[in-house]
């Protein structure tokens, strides 16, 4: 596709439910980021792919949250047992090459999630 | 550590200018801007790598201080299309194996008619 590709758009999910976040980045796009963005703030970082490694996975918030990227493509997030907390827009972005500061990250339109 | 942003809100009228700001205390390796519309994707402006760098497009331009600590946001002849969140977002001071961003605080950017 043309640009980064999120799904669902939206997710309503009750306390203590799994839920899986899919993001279908920009074809041939190395580098993979998921961000969390509350409500009125900046986007904040989750975790980060490299093709299909997992290289920096320091932005998750705790061990409910697992993500994926297993053929370097298609990457999932997934929160287990959620909580209210985890109430927040989830973005997914994707860059051309990797480990560089000097090149555009393209976003995602998100996933909106609130737990009941 | 979060850059900040000021002004948190600036209100104008269609062709009027604005100024956004980033600020850090310690040297920032780059500053990415980016403008986020409600509920949609953030969307990349530009970036500026260099002390004294200036660049733009269109109307919007922005600069990067010698000493890599503030970066500006200049937005000139305002336009409706203009309105939305500005981030600027910037790398992890030590660097490591990823090119994540911290964004900063937010300007949100209402233009009127």
């Known amino acids: 596709g043309a640009g980064v590709s999120q799904s669902p758009r939206y997710k309503v999910a009750k306390r203590g439910q799994d839920v899986a976040l899919r993001c279908d980045p920009i074809?041939?796009?190395?580098?993979l980021f998921w961000y969390q963005q509350a409500l009125g703030q900046g986007p904040e970082f989750l975790t980060y792919?490299?093709?299909?490694?997992?290289?920096?996975k320091s932005g998750l918030p705790s061990d409910r949250f697992f993500a994926e990227r297993p053929e370097g493509s298609v990457s999932t997030l997934k929160i287990q047992r959620t909580q209210q907390e985890d109430s927040a827009v989830y973005l997914c972005?994707?860059?051309?090459?990797?480990?560089?500061?000097?090149?555009?990250?393209?976003f995602g339109d998100g996933t909106r999630l609130s737990i009941l | 550590q979060q850059p900040v942003q000021s002004p948190q809100a600036v209100i104008l009228r269609e062709g009027e200018d604005a100024v956004i700001n980033c600020s850090s205390s310690?040297?920032?390796?780059?500053v990415h801007w980016y403008r986020q519309k409600h509920g949609e994707a953030p969307v990349f402006l530009m970036i500026?790598?260099?002390?004294?760098e200036q660049k733009g497009h269109d109307k919007i331009s922005a600069s990067f201080n010698e000493k890599k600590q503030q970066s500006s946001l200049y937005l000139t002849a305002s336009q409706l299309s203009y309105s939305g969140t500005y981030f600027c977002?910037?790398?992890?001071?030590?660097?490591?194996?990823?090119?994540?961003?911290?964004f900063g605080t937010g300007t949100l950017l209402a233009v009127q008619p």
């Open positions: 972005a994707s860059s051309f090459r990797r480990g560089s500061n000097n090149q555009p990250q393209h």
């Open positions: 074809s041939g796009h190395v580098s």
């Open positions: 792919f490299q093709n299909e490694a997992q290289l920096d």
């Open positions: 310690k040297a920032l390796y780059s």
């Open positions: 500026l790598l260099k002390g004294g």
């Open positions: 977002g910037t790398p992890p001071p030590h660097g490591g194996a990823t090119n994540k961003l911290i």
